[in-house]
Nanobody
Framework: QVPLVESGGGLVQAGGSLRLSCAAS????????MGWFRQAPGKEREFVAA????????YYADSVKGRFTISRDNAKNTVYLQMNSLKPEDTAVYYC???????????????WGQGTQVTVSS
């Protein structure tokens, strides 16, 4: 088990920025690749971004590329999602997730946080 707790969500105007954090418990955080996903009302959950175990590689959905940045601090057991130039269509519940496999492309995630709401007003 890898308990994950997201924070940093809130209400922001279009064009603004937010930074989400996801804190993990335990001593094996660096063994897990991490991802961010989101789910808007009435829509399926979608992939946003992922980062490898050592932070050396990242991968983004086309819809957020150039606006969002995923990073991690293994000493703090935390992964971040910096979101800039936010748009109303970014409104969703954002979830972080963890998986122990090496790949970060088209891979299943095993552990999930409870989510944090991000609302972007126009």
């Amino acid at each position: 088990q890898v308990p994950l707790v997201e924070s940093g969500g809130g209400l922001v105007q279009a064009g603004g920025s937010l930074r989400l954090s996801c804190a993990a418990s335990g001593r094996t955080f660096s063994s897990y690749a991490m991802g961010w996903f989101r789910q808007a009302p009435g829509k399926e959950r979608e992939f946003v971004a992922a980062i490898t175990r050592n932070g050396g590689n990242t991968y983004y959905a086309d819809s957020v590329k150039g606006r969002f940045t995923i990073s991690r601090d293994n000493a703090k057991n935390t992964v971040y999602l910096q979101m800039n130039s936010l748009k109303p269509e970014d409104t969703a519940v954002y979830y972080c997730a963890a998986q122990p496999r090496g790949s970060i492309v088209s891979v299943r995630y095993d552990y999930w946080g409870q989510g944090t709401q991000v609302t972007v007003s126009s």
